[in-house]
Nanobody, 124 residues
Framework: QVQLVESGGGLVQAGGSLKLSCAAS????????MGWFRQAPGKEREFVAA????????RYADSVKGRFTISRDNAKNTVYLQMNSLKPEDTAVYYC?????????????????WGQGTQVTVSS
């Protein structure tokens, strides 16, 4: 079992920044990939970014490339999502997820554990 707790969401104006955190606990030694996903009202959950728990492989959705940065602190079992130049269309509930079996995961069905989500609202 892995428990994931997100924090850092909130309300920000367009062009602003937020930094999300996701703290993992439990069987963290089994984590292969950590990912961020988001879901806006009336839309399907979509991939945002993912990072391998070892090594330096990182992947981003095209919609956030150049604006968002995913990083990790293995000592703290925490993954971060720095979000800059935020747009109203970035408004969503953001979820972190852990894949205990694969590296380089990016599809939601590949991830085994999910956090409860944190709301990000970007006003225009």
């Amino acid at each position: 079992q892995v428990q994931l707790v997100e924090s850092g969401g909130g309300l920000v104006q367009a062009g602003g920044s937020l930094k999300l955190s996701c703290a993992a606990s439990g069987r963290t030694f089994s984590i292969h990939t950590m990912g961020w996903f988001r879901q806006a009202p009336g839309k399907e959950r979509e991939f945002v970014a993912a990072i391998n728990w070892v090594g330096y492989s990182i992947r981003y959705a095209d919609s956030v490339k150049g604006r968002f940065t995913i990083s990790r602190d293995n000592a703290k079992n925490t993954v971060y999502l720095q979000m800059n130049s935020l747009k109203p269309e970035d408004t969503a509930v953001y979820y972190c997820a852990a894949d205990l079996r694969r590296y380089n995961s990016y599809r939601s069905d590949q991830f085994d554990y999910w956090g409860q989500g944190t709301q990000v609202t970007v006003s225009s």
